[in-house]
């Protein structure tokens, strides 16, 4: 079984958004953060640090746990009103009462680096010139990398979020692939997975996909990224039994996460030279 690592195409998106960085506005990109959840903090200064790496400003905007939903979308909209910032992301998990999709909605979608505003989600479904959720991208971007061929070929996507499942469906569609969208509620999930010539598992459920799910050849990209009790990271897909069976599957940590980074920052310093 091949292993379809990250590294190598993060670290050429990394250098490509570099010298679209110097090449024109210094971008700025705008992370609204209302969580004391520490993975995610996590991510948040994985992001600043890498933004960094490639000539982009982060700013973190931290509002705190206890934040009122008016106050987090007062702040969205401050922020995509404001002429030297170019990337507005909202970081989740939210306090209760909070919702992500209601707040997304106040980001402008030229500033919408992540895809969160419905608004993107709709003219990405239409087709229309959108950012797409930066994971979904990744997918589709370590799909071309390892020359994946897509046009006629069975997809299943495992998850039906806004974030991924949904997006990459449209994705997927647009370069002429059969798309099955399956959940964790769909019945005997093994008997669709395994028509699969590409699976996505993007479910959020450690080792929801097993030997059973996956057909002799098919190419495996797992989006999960559980917790474990020690601390790291396991995805959606059991690798060690699909590892005979599947022809390649993503790692995590080190698949899908590293090209997300660097696409959500490729999509800043592109939202800072629109017209």
Same mark, same amino acid.
């Given at each position: 079984?091949?292993?379809?690592?990250?590294?190598?195409?993060?670290?050429?998106?990394?250098?490509?958004?570099?010298?679209?960085?110097?090449?024109?506005?210094?971008?700025?990109?705008?992370?609204?953060?209302?969580?004391?959840?520490?993975?995610?903090?996590?991510?948040?200064?994985?992001?600043?640090?890498?933004?960094?790496?490639?000539?982009?400003?982060?700013?973190?905007?931290?509002?705190?746990?206890?934040?009122?939903?008016?106050?987090?979308?007062?702040? %969205?909209?401050?922020?995509?009103?404001?002429?030297?910032?170019?990337?507005?992301?909202?970081?989740?998990?939210?306090?209760?009462?909070?919702?992500?999709?209601? %707040?997304?909605?106040?980001?402008?979608?030229?500033?919408?680096?992540?895809?969160? #505003?419905?608004?993107?989600?709709?003219?990405?479904?239409?087709?229309?010139?959108?950012?797409?959720?930066?994971?979904?991208?990744?997918?589709?971007?370590?799909?071309?990398?390892?020359?994946?061929?897509?046009?006629?070929?069975?997809?299943?996507?495992?998850?039906?979020?806004?974030?991924?499942?949904?997006?990459?469906?449209?994705?997927?569609?647009?370069?002429?692939?059969?798309?099955?969208?399956?959940?964790?509620?769909?019945?005997?999930?093994?008997?669709?997975?395994?028509?699969?010539?590409?699976?996505?598992?993007?479910?959020?459920?450690?080792? %929801?996909?097993?030997?059973?799910?996956?057909?002799?050849?098919?190419?495996?990209?797992?989006?999960?990224? #559980?917790?474990?009790?020690?601390?790291?990271?396991?995805?959606?897909?059991?690798?060690?039994?699909?590892?005979?069976?599947?022809?390649?599957?993503?790692?995590?940590?080190?698949?899908?996460?590293?090209?997300?980074?660097?696409?959500?920052?490729?999509?800043?310093?592109?939202?800072?030279?629109?017209?």
């Amino acid at each position: 079984m091949k292993t379809l690592t990250g590294k190598d195409l993060a670290a050429a998106i990394r250098a490509q958004t570099q010298a679209e960085a110097a090449a024109g506005a210094p971008p700025r990109l705008a992370v609204v953060v209302a969580t004391a959840d520490e993975a995610s903090l996590w991510y948040v200064r994985s992001i600043a640090k890498a933004a960094a790496g490639v000539g982009i400003a982060c700013d973190v905007v931290d509002l705190g746990p206890d934040a009122a939903p008016d106050q987090i979308a007062e702040t %969205l909209a401050r922020l995509s009103a404001a002429p030297d910032v170019h990337g507005v992301m909202l970081q989740t998990p939210l306090p209760p009462g909070a919702s992500a999709q209601q %707040l997304a909605a106040a980001i402008d979608p030229r500033k919408d680096v992540d895809g969160a #505003n419905p608004l993107s989600l709709g003219r990405l479904a239409a087709g229309l010139p959108a950012f797409p959720p930066a994971t979904a991208a990744a997918v589709m971007a370590l799909l071309d990398h390892y020359e994946v061929p897509l046009e006629g070929r069975r997809a299943v996507v495992v998850g039906r979020s806004t974030v991924v499942g949904k997006p990459l469906a449209h994705l997927l569609l647009d370069r002429h692939a059969t798309v099955t969208v399956a959940h964790s509620r769909t019945r005997d999930l093994a008997s669709v997975t395994a028509r699969a010539e590409v699976l996505v598992a993007a479910a959020g459920r450690a080792g %929801l996909i097993g030997r059973d799910h996956v057909a002799p050849g098919a190419v495996v990209i797992d989006v999960g990224t #559980n917790p474990t009790d020690d601390g790291g990271l396991t995805g959606d897909v059991d690798a060690a039994a699909v590892a005979d069976v599947a022809a390649a599957l993503t790692p995590v940590p080190g698949g899908v996460g590293p090209v997300t980074t660097a696409l959500l920052l490729r999509h800043t310093a592109r939202a800072a030279n629109l017209p």
